[in-house]
């Protein structure tokens, strides 16, 4: 009798406590214990600090998902530092292999491919990123007070100084030689000589130079075409100016011409420009298996990088244009040295929307699913991609940014235009002086 109550005990405190799991976890046979998530370090999405704890897009976000769903979480970095491909043994490597081994609950991070979701599942779409190409700027960096050099470049500041100066040469020429300039001096002002000086032409030039008058201006047909030359010719070179700084804030950098690349099919024409691409991803297996050609020529040609350090690197030395997401190139080019830029040609082939990766029949999806709808309709997504990766003032020290002036001129070819005309100019003013000397009413016949 003692031995059937204790087994009506036993069995009644086993009912009970599979009772009380399944009203704790309605997530299946994972129990309380922590997910293991796998992310991979990425700049802006996660970094590990001194102190070993994480933080960035992924860290918060994995915090927010995990206080809904109700579960605790431990971040696990991939042995390999791979997203996942399938090897040429057949086995799969990278996060997406550890998730079918049963490594990992889920991973972050993991662009949506059907090659992948043959093997894994997928939650709903987490961020929308698409594929850019991230190139060295043409030129310098423009920092600080050093403005001026972008709108017009140091030989075209020479060359409209040497205009200056020509015209004023030859205009005090004009005045010494023009019989009829002198006598006018004279006739109006009784003092030619102090008139015809050579500070008295600078002081002409430079009065047309601000739109000002003068208190005698030349009254030579020479003279006179030589002023209204060499006003036209500050008028010009205003309008360039003012061109080639409205250029530098509203321009993109596809429609400057000097950008090297500006689609992914004048990379895979451009043979002084190579591609490069992080290797053991969906990223080269679109290239390397794309029905458009232009796309097997990029992964022909391609150098395959191992992270993403490694890719803005080899960008910064030139020759090289790295293929990455439009999150990484928004993060680089906003810090210093502002020497990068990104290119984007709008095609939707590009389009890489990232979800979270999850084994197969997870009772982990439906919970995610409607977290991340949560966090989508909240604007918490949003939140923390501009926190992370657009707003990143506050997170990195100023001296480390690059601010609104810190950009690189997009139409300097406007200053080579100015260039051309102010090499006109004394060619222009030379002829004036001989042209307008044998005019002159008063002149040599």
Known sequence: ??????????????????????????????GSRALVVGVMQYPGFLYK??????????????????????YDFVIKEPADRK???????????????????????????????SVRETVIDFSNVVLDERLEIMVKKPGGEIVGREWWRAVITMPVWFMVMASFLITGIVLFV??????YESRAYSAEVGEASRLSTFGHSLWICFSAMSWQGVDYSPRSFSGRFLVVFWFNFIVWTLILCTGAIVGIFISGPAASPMVPVQSFEDLAENDEIRPALFGGGITEYMFKTSPFVPYNRIHQKALLVNSTIEGVRLAREGKVAFITESAMTRFYSSKKPCDLLSIHDGNRFTA????????????????????ILQLREGGRLFTLVQKWIVSVVGLF?????????NRKTKWAAMGWCVLAFSGVSPTWSLGSAATGLYLDPAGPR
Not at 106 to 112: D, N, P, V
Not at 174 to 179: H, L, M
């Open 1 to 30: 009798m003692a031995w059937a109550m204790f087994l009506l005990v036993g069995t009644v405190l086993g009912a009970t406590s599979t009772v009380t799991a399944q009203q704790t976890n309605d997530t299946g046979n994972i």
């Open 49 to 70: 600090k001194e102190d070993g704890t994480y933080e960035g897009v992924h860290k918060d976000l994995l915090t927010e998902l995990m206080d809904i769903i109700g």
């Open 83 to 113: 997203y996942g491909y399938k090897g040429a043994d057949g086995n799969w490597v990278g996060m997406v292999g550890e998730i079918i081994r049963g490594d990992m609950d889920m991973a972050l991070g993991l662009t949506i491919a």
């Open 174 to 179: 004009i005045i010494r030689v023009s019989p």
């Open 352 to 371: 890489r929307p990232q979800a979270v990766g999850l084994r197969p029949g997870s009772p982990l999806k439906e919970p995610l699913n409607n977290a």
């Open 397 to 405: 020290p100023v001296s480390q940014l690059c601010l609104g002036h």
